[in-house]
């Protein structure tokens, strides 16, 4: 099993990136695949998640309306649009899996694999 995340950088107030999450060893399509991020000094904390079709997604208020979540299960590979970016979405960002059969979460510690993560810096 194995996620890759890249797309991260620098990227001043305002600014955009997108975050992506590439999936291996596993059946990519029975995952809801999540988006969390970590501030120095601060717990690992839900941004976003999508269903293992596409069709749902959810997103933590700070970043609704801003940040979009979307998936191509032909490339195993799922994004993070992330537009409007302010200093306080600095952090690294991480993406996971959790199997379908087991039902939504938000918590991170209801995910199983993990990325190594991607810097994301927005400077003011």
């Known amino acids: 099993v194995q996620l890759v995340e890249s797309g991260g950088g620098l990227v001043q107030a305002g600014g955009s990136l997108r975050l992506s999450c590439a999936a291996s060893?596993?059946?990519?399509?029975?995952?809801?695949i999540g988006w969390f991020r970590q501030a120095p000094g601060k717990e690992r904390e839900f941004v976003a998640r999508?269903?293992?079709?596409?069709?749902?997604?959810a997103y933590a208020d700070s970043v609704k309306g801003r940040f979009i979540i979307s998936r191509d299960n032909a490339k195993n590979t799922v994004y993070l649009q992330m537009n409007s970016l302010k200093p306080e979405d600095t952090g690294i960002y991480y993406c996971?899996?959790?199997?379908?059969?087991?039902?939504?979460?938000?918590?991170?510690?209801?995910?199983?694999?993990w990325g190594q993560g991607t810097q994301v810096t927005v400077s003011s």
């Open positions: 996971a899996r959790r199997f379908r059969g087991l039902g939504v979460a938000d918590d991170f510690r209801d995910y199983d694999y």
């Open positions: 060893g596993f059946i990519f399509a029975d995952y809801y």
């Open positions: 999508v269903n293992w079709g596409g069709g749902g997604t």
